[in-house]
């Protein structure tokens, strides 16, 4: 779609998403993001 914030709804994941907070769920994506990042 073009929009970075378009959930998919494959696998009920827009359901899911709609049970959290946004907030919250961008947290834990940054916190994923920088554990898993390889700084060079």
């Known amino acids: 779609s073009g ?3 378009y ?3 494959h696998n009920g994941a827009r ?3 709609m ?3 946004r ?3 961008v ?3 940054l916190k ?3 554990a898993h ?3 060079s």
């Open 3 to 5: 929009d970075p914030t």
């Open 7 to 9: 959930i998919t709804s």
């Open 15 to 17: 359901s899911l998403v």
């Open 19 to 21: 049970k959290v907070e």
């Open 23 to 25: 907030d919250e769920l």
């Open 27 to 29: 947290e834990e994506m």
């Open 32 to 34: 994923v993001y920088i």
């Open 37 to 39: 990042q390889q700084w």
